[in-house]
T-cell receptor, first 115, second 115 residues
Framework: DAKTTQPNSMESNEEEPVHLPCNHSTISGTDYIHWYRQLPSQGPEYVIHGLTSNVNNRMASLAIAEDRKSSTLILHRATLRDAAVYYCILRDVRNSGGSNYKLTFGKGTLLTVNP | DSGVTQTPKHLITATGQRVTLRCSPRSGDLSVYWYQQSLDQGLQFLIQ???????AKGNILERFSAQQFPDLHSELNLSSLELGDSALYFC??????????????FGPGTRLTVT
């Protein structure tokens, strides 16, 4: 799996937008960009994923650069509950058979939300 | 609640012992993944089963083994336990779907402490 680079930590204030960056300069054309987060004392939780176009869901937005070498997870209004480690992960669709899709986690970004 | 259940929540045992961790995937999910999270190694993929068959192996020690039963629940067996095996063990499941695009749902984890 291609590697990603994220800042170790970021800080934000409650009710303000948060932009979490991820660099993946060696991304291949068949890599999906996934974001997961892990709240304290919980298992990882899926946030969003995309391939080329920007994506929105109820949790967040994913902005993907035109050359796909970077992406940004956007939390529109941070809440205290969004304090977590955020992981940016690439998954190659060419892992064939419909079954070999492990997630390779890096160190992620620890997001602190101040009240 | 992700729909993935893991038992037990906590396990304390001595070095040299053997333990079994259990995971029930979300209804309808065919894939089960096991991950280990320790302070020094982070979140690491161990093994994946798909509809009863082993499909991918990660950094799983020979002392560890797993299986997926006909009802799709999975067990991770850890034997000859060492202090370094103390970690959080997560199980995740995913539904069949487009390659690389579907998400994994994580359970709450089992915290193993080896004394």
């Amino acid at each position: 799996d291609a590697k990603t680079t994220q800042p170790n930590s970021m800080e934000s204030n409650e009710e303000e937008p948060v932009h979490l960056p991820c660099n993946h300069s060696t991304i291949s054309g068949t890599d999906y960009i996934h974001w997961y987060r892990q709240l304290p004392s919980q298992g990882p939780e899926y946030v969003i994923h995309g391939l080329t176009s920007n994506v929105n869901n109820r949790m967040a937005s994913l902005a993907i650069a035109e050359d796909r070498k970077s992406s940004t997870l956007i939390l529109h209004r941070a809440t205290l509950r969004d304090a977590a480690v955020y992981y940016c992960i690439l998954r190659d669709v060419r892992n064939s058979g419909g079954s070999n899709y492990k997630l390779t986690f890096g160190k992620g970004t620890l997001l602190t939300v101040n009240p | 609640d992700s729909g993935v259940t893991q038992t037990p929540k906590h396990l304390i045992t001595a070095t040299g012992q053997r333990v079994t961790l259990r995971c029930s995937p979300r209804s309808g999910d065919l894939s089960v993944y096991w991950y280990q999270q320790s302070l020094d190694q982070g979140l690491q993929f161990l093994i994946q089963y798909y509809n009863g068959e082993e499909r991918a192996k990660g950094n799983i020690l020979e002392r560890f083994s797993a299986q997926q039963f006909p009802d799709l629940h999975s067990e991770l067996n850890l034997s000859s336990l060492e202090l370094g095996d103390s970690a959080l063990y997560f199980c995740a499941s995913s539904e069949p779907g487009l390659a690389g695009s579907y998400e994994q749902y994580f359970g709450p984890g089992t915290r193993l402490t080896v004394t």
